[in-house]
């Protein structure tokens, strides 16, 4: 949505200018008619709570169903790259020719392709959330993750 940065006072007054005044004046004669003429059953003390209270649900429930749908739209997106980062890594790990020569070479390029597909969902995961990026490393994360790279797992 475009905003413009400062507020323009001109187009406000030019726009809602007259029924503004007229309102004003309106709410003036009521004043006065209660005040001066002393015509105290024209007070009806409940009735602004009501409609405040009814104009704050509506803009809560507005705001409320704004929020949510964007925080499910982030989830869904969220959601996908996780899920292809899985699919992307599974494929790497099972689609790489591998002869016998070259076991080892090919495994550590697995490793290094899937440690930098996860090095770039957690970059990202770090930059939406407005922290500052992790230190790098060369092992895996976690414990969790070693196996999945290990001699063990290839036989």
């Known amino acids: 949505m475009i905003v413009p940065q400062a507020p323009q006072l001109r187009r406000l007054l030019a726009y809602v200018g007259l029924p ?11 004043v006065l008619v209660f005040q001066v ?33 964007r925080w ?9 790259i996780v899920n ?3 699919s992307w890594a599974r494929q790497v790990l099972s689609a790489a020719p591998q ?19 996860i090095a770039w969902v957690h970059a990202l995961r770090q930059q939406l959330r407005g922290l500052p990026p992790l230190e790098t490393r060369d092992t895996p994360p976690n414990a969790a993750v070693a196996p999945l790279f290990s001699r063990s797992a290839t036989s």
């Open 20 to 30: 503004l005044l007229l309102l004003f004046l309106y709410d003036a004669a009521i």
């Open 37 to 69: 003429l002393g015509w105290k059953w024209i007070a009806l003390p409940h009735i602004p709570l009501t409609l405040f209270g009814s104009a704050v649900g509506l803009i809560v429930a507005f705001r409320n169903n704004s929020s949510y749908g």
């Open 72 to 80: 499910w739209e982030a989830r869904t997106l969220w959601g996908g």
């Open 84 to 86: 292809n980062s899985r």
């Open 99 to 117: 002869k016998e020569g070259d076991r080892e070479a090919v495994r550590a390029m697995q490793c290094r392709l899937v440690m930098r597909q």
